[in-house]
């Protein structure tokens, strides 16, 4: 079984030249997150999960951030452009927690914030639509 949170978050721009994007995490899910992580989580705290925007799925891990107490989720640059995000943007994000065997997206309780409760995968959250032709894939 696999555990999955969907929330709502800003992107927004890592000052500096590298050009990082991030969604920080709400504190909340930060919080489930950690706790439901803690047998998983990796060098420096990372935690391996796959996210979703839009309809594009990646693996990837969040990483602690100690100045929001929270996990911050990095949003690659073909991500952003498939589902039109840019910086100051509002996204809708899925995120399933990777816990080194499990298949992400299986049925289990997700866990939501700002969000109500559901059974499984939203039918109509940022993760509704199949792995396809546009999917960024795994």
Known sequence: ??????????????????GWHFITLPREVAEELRED?????????????TACIAGQRWSTSVFPDAASGSYLLPVKK??????????GDTADV?????????TPGLSHPAKHARV???QGPSEDGPCSKPNGPGSLGN
């Open 116 to 118: 109500n409760k559901k």
């Open 1 to 18: 079984m696999t555990t999955s949170y969907a929330f709502r978050a800003e992107l927004w721009l890592y000052p500096g030249e590298a």
């Open 37 to 49: 992580a803690a047998p998983f989580a990796k060098a420096f705290g990372s935690i391996k999960v």
């Open 94 to 102: 899925e995120l399933v927690l990777e816990d080194g065997g499990e």
């Open 78 to 87: 073909a991500v952003r452009t498939a589902a039109g995000l840019a910086a």
